[in-house]
């Protein structure tokens, strides 16, 4: 029984087996509720499994320790998995190519695009062949202005603020002036070699040298002063051994000797002649009887040599002429020489444009009557929400031309074949035919005209194109043709403009160029445009872009010249800003060497939002009229060295937008229409009609000659 025992696998008792070999050949198998230990081998008949796994198919599936694998199946590790020596994954990590990727601390060359969601930090130094955020970062460090490093400096800068703490050498020029030969200095003896004019008061603590001041010859003046205190003292006897010029009335109190001839003409063989001088202007004393001939001699003398340049002084309000708003005027002279012009007033749209947009230009005769103007129907246009009403003249040929906005053009302008083929048309008139001629606009807000050997030209801004909705709408350049007995417009060219507001034309050394402003872009919803100045190719009938400027709401432009130099203003207003937000007039100067403008702005006119920029010239100066938000017009004036500066004058009118200068027959004249908005509750407004007080004179100057006679 011990050894039956001894050697018998008991079913519930913890037991040892110790035997070399035990084989289970139960149908059922065998199952161990307990811990199964099993020093030696165990051997499964085929298709024996332990606990449903098949031994033979695990073990050809498990990843064994120290064996080299190729593991085709997808394991997933739910502990950390490390790895003691090599491994190769021809695979993805985590969807990355563990090939691709950036190491930490070891130094790689990475030849692919790599992006950084969150910050970088670079202890040591970067090499990048390519770009960083679309930027050459070796040619931006050969063109970048640093901040402590010495740099030499070759191209073109500009700086908001700029504190120069050190010295500053300029081999150009600083907003166009050059370093010394510009600047009058300090605290240095200095030649002043050009023209220098200080707006501000000048107060000299020494001695002043100069020719002329004030265009006053100041040794003559000095000769005179002196002649005229040693007439007060009573001297008995002067003599003068240089020649002398009087300006004004001459008193003399004793006898005067004259050691040659006056004018040509010696005094001595002047015979005894009647007495001709009015003794209320005559003080010349024992001369009086003997100098009738000398009296116009004198009189010229005098016309000659001190007359006052001529300028204007101010302007003098002559006649206000109540209408109601007026977007626009025009002053229109047929013929130079007539004693008469016209002006034409462009009405804004009425506050119901939608339902009623027609209405009616207001025309008006004017000369030297009481009052100036009186109204001319035959200058009532009929219009459809316009824009502009102006008056050319080229090739002798006169035209009047009026920009209509929107849709339906032909409601208002019944006088139109009904089948034209555009739902929106500008009209222009002239003598040359019979008919109107049309062109087809798209929110016409401005035009030019001009004139070549090849023909005439007309340009038309387009501000807003209704059926797309956009004011990326191109402008239009038309030429005038013969279509049999009769003339019309037909387009030539589109230029690429967004939400034109204005244009200029200045025809300059036998070139013709054109400015166009740029005001909005619709798409965008922005103000922040390049406005635009082309160059005219005669050959090819076509503009060219010559220049661009970045510009704020740009409203209008001006192309102008002083002594042979070329210059454009840009007037610029937010109509969302306040009224006295700073919307500055900015100049530039063309560089007739480079062929180009100057990318540097030549001056900023300090205004409120500008309306309008309106360049004259009179009398041998230059100005700038500009129509301000806050209801001014300002007058600045050309002061020499580049630079306008603001005359004491300003009208302070409410509402007005526009202004035209004209010079008839030597008088210069200024229109200021009356803006009425849609719902400034009024119908009726001021229209101003100013004419220049002009100081000084051609002549003498003088309110009367110290000897006058028939």
């Known amino acids: ?13 913890n037991q040892t087996v110790s035997t070399p070999q035990v084989i289970f050949s139960h149908p059922d198998g065998l199952t161990v509720k307990g811990d199964l230990r099993v020093e030696g081998d165990v ?36 502990n950390n998995l490390v790895v003691q020596s090599d491994m190769t994954i021809p695979g993805l990590i985590n969807g990355i190519n563990i090939s691709d990727a950036v190491l930490l601390h070891t130094d790689q060359n990475i030849s692919g695009p790599v992006t950084f969601a969150g910050d970088l930090e670079v202890d040591g130094s970067v090499a990048v062949t390519g770009l960083v955020d679309g930027v050459d970062v070796s040619a ?60 501000g008061d000048v107060i000299i603590e020494k001695n ?89 001699v004198i009189n010229d003398l005098i016309d000659r040599t001190s007359g006052l340049p001529q300028q204007i002084g101010y302007f003098n309000i002559i006649q206000t002429i109540k209408t109601p708003g007026a977007v626009k005027g025009s002053f229109f002279q047929p013929d130079p020489n007539w004693d008469y012009w016209f002006i034409v007033l462009t009405p804004v749209p009425n506050a119901d444009r939608d339902s009623d947009p027609c209405s009616a230009s207001l025309g008006y005769i004017c000369g030297e009557g009481d009052p100036h103007c009186l109204p001319f129907p035959e200058l009532s246009l009929p219009t459809h929400n316009p824009s ?82 956009s004011s990326n709408t191109p402008s239009a350049v038309y030429k005038m043709i013969r279509q049999g007995d009769d003339f019309a417009f037909t387009w030539v060219q589109s230029l690429s403009t967004v939400g034109a507001s204005a244009m200029d034309v200045l025809q300059m050394d036998s070139t013709t160029y054109l400015c166009v402003a740029n005001h909005h872009d ?87 939002g500008a309306y309008d920029v309106e360049f004259f010239s009179a009398y ?19 002061a020499g060295v580049n630079a306008f500066t603001q005359d004491p004058f300003y009208l302070d ?30 119908n009726i407004a001021d229209t101003i009609l100013l004419k220049a007080y002009i100081e000084g004179s051609g002549g003498s100057g003088l309110s009367f000659r110290p000897c006058e006679g028939p």
């Open 1 to 13: 029984m011990h050894d039956f025992l001894h050697n018998t696998m008991l079913k519930s008792a």
């Open 43 to 78: 051997v499964l008949n085929s298709g024996g499994t332990i606990n449903g796994v098949d031994i033979s198919e695990l073990y050809k599936d498990m990843v064994h320790q120290g064996w080299d694998e190729d593991i085709s199946g997808h394991k997933t590790f739910a």
């Open 140 to 199: 931006l460090a050969s063109r970048v202005v640093t901040l402590s490093t010495d740099q030499e400096i070759s191209g073109q800068v500009t700086f908001k603020d700029l504190e120069i703490t050190g010295s500053l050498k300029v081999d150009q020029t600083v907003n166009g002036f050059k370093f010394p030969e510009d600047f009058v200095n300090v605290g240095e003896d200095q030649i002043i070699g050009g023209k220098k004019t200080f707006v």
């Open 208 to 296: 002043l040298q100069t020719e002329e001041l004030y265009g006053i010859n100041l040794d003559r003046l000095y000769g005179v002063v002196y002649k005229h205190f040693k007439t007060l003292e009573k001297f008995q006897s002067n003599t003068y051994n240089e020649s002398i010029t009087f300006g004004g009335k001459v008193f003399i109190h004793g006898d005067v000797t004259l050691h040659g001839p006056v004018e040509g003409l010696n005094l001595s063989a002047i015979p005894d002649l009647p007495d001709f001088c009015y003794p209320k202007h005559s003080q010349l004393g024992n001369f009086r009887h003997q100098l009738q001939d000398l009296c116009p």
């Open 388 to 469: 502009s009403i102006e008056f050319y003249t080229v090739h002798d040929m006169p035209f009047i031309i009026w920009l209509n906005r929107g849709s339906g053009t032909l409601a208002c302008l019944d006088f139109l074949p009904p089948a034209s083929p555009y739902d929106e048309v500008s009209v222009i008139l002239s003598p040359v035919t019979d008919s109107p001629m049309v062109i087809p606009t798209r929110g016409a807000t401005d035009l030019v005209m001009f004139g070549s050997a090849r023909g005439v030209y007309l340009v038309v801004a387009n501000s807003y194109d209704e059926e797309i909705k």
């Open 522 to 608: 619709s798409d965008r919803d922005t103000g922040h445009l390049m406005s635009q100045v082309f160059v005219w190719d005669s050959a090819r009938e076509q503009f060219y872009l010559l220049h661009e400027f970045p510009t704020y709401y740009a409203v209008d432009c001006d192309l102008f010249e002083i002594k042979g130099k070329m210059f454009v203003a840009w007037a610029q207003h937010n109509p969302r800003e306040s009224p006295d937000m700073i919307s500055p007039v900015i100049i530039y100067r063309f560089d007739s060497f480079a062929g180009q403008f100057e990318d540097v702005i030549l001056q900023t006119l300090q205004v409120p």
């Open 620 to 638: 041998g100066n230059w100005y700038l009229s500009v129509v301000v938000s806050d209801g001014r017009v300002r007058l600045f004036k050309w």
């Open 653 to 682: 009118l409410q509402g007005a937008q526009d202004v035209e200068v004209m010079s008839h027959k030597g008088d210069v004249y200024m229109l200021v229409p009356a803006y009425l908005s849609s719902d400034s509750g009024e």
